[in-house]
T-cell receptor, first 115, second 113 residues
Framework: DADVTQTPRNRITKTGKRIMLECSQT?????MYWYRQDPGLGLRLIYY???????NKGEISDGYSVSRQAQAKFSLSLESAIPNQTALYFC??????????????FGPGTRLTVL | QQQVKQSPQSLIVQKGGISIINCAYE??????FPWYQQFPGKGPALLIA?????SEKKEGRFTISFNKSAKQFSLHIMDSQPGDSATYFC????????????FGKGTKLSVKP
């Protein structure tokens, strides 16, 4: 079984709809992240959480919100989706107490298309 | 400045050749420099990482060269293989703190047979 899972893997929606992307992990890590990937722009951080009670905005948080329901679950919401939110979204986890420090473990991604 | 600048954006190499991807950073507080490899349809995965106390780290065919004075680091893939075809991201962070990974924009590598 994958350590970091994302649902759905693909989603097509319409402008103005509310969308939730979900991430679950079995690695026991406290830190979780949401990124979006666009061609030529790399990976940009949307939100991150260092524990259940800690939520922080990343580089591009406008238009997004998150919820950390438990150590293992971190959800990303688009309250009113717009076409320029069409992208590949990744969830990641990390544990700074590990030997490899800031290594992040990524999920398989969710491809979101907003029409 | 928090940027990490990566070049080239794309790279085509013949099988058996050397692939070289370069990154430059501004923040001298960065002390952890990983490279991530991403295959189509997959999430990125850590390939190799270096800390600034060494100038080079080698793992198999993959080598990171690090130049602290120039604030640059590069990934060298020796004897490149078609299976190395992927997108590569460099990144930088301040290890052990709340500093997050700052990613470069990625390099799409194609290794031709």
């Amino acid at each position: 079984d994958a350590d970091v899972t994302q649902t759905p893997r693909n989603r097509i929606t319409k402008t103005g709809k509310r969308i939730m992307l979900e991430c679950s992990q079995t690695k026991g890590h406290d830190r979780m992240y949401w990124y979006r990937q666009d061609p030529g722009l790399g990976l940009r951080l949307i939100y991150y959480s260092f524990d259940v009670k800690d939520i922080n905005k990343g580089e591009i948080s406008d238009g997004y919100s998150v919820s950390r329901q438990a150590q293992a679950k971190f959800s990303l919401s688009l309250e009113s989706a717009i076409p320029n939110q069409t992208a590949l979204y990744f969830c990641a986890t990390s544990d700074p107490n590990r030997d490899r420090g800031n290594e992040q473990f990524f999920g398989p991604g969710t491809r979101l298309t907003v029409l | 400045q928090q940027q990490v600048k990566q070049s080239p954006q794309s790279l085509i190499v013949q099988k058996g050749g050397i692939s070289i991807i370069n990154c430059a950073y501004e923040n001298t507080a960065f002390d952890y420099f990983p490279w991530y490899q991403q295959f189509p349809g997959k999430g990125p995965a850590l390939l190799i990482a270096i800390r600034p106390d060494v100038s080079e780290k080698k793992e198999g065919r993959f080598t990171i060269s690090f130049n602290k004075s120039a604030k640059q680091f590069s990934l060298h893939i020796m004897d490149s293989q078609p299976g190395d075809s992927a997108t590569y991201f460099c990144a930088a962070s301040i290890e052990g703190s709340q500093g997050n990974l700052i990613f470069g924009k990625g390099t799409k590598l194609s290794v031709k047979p």
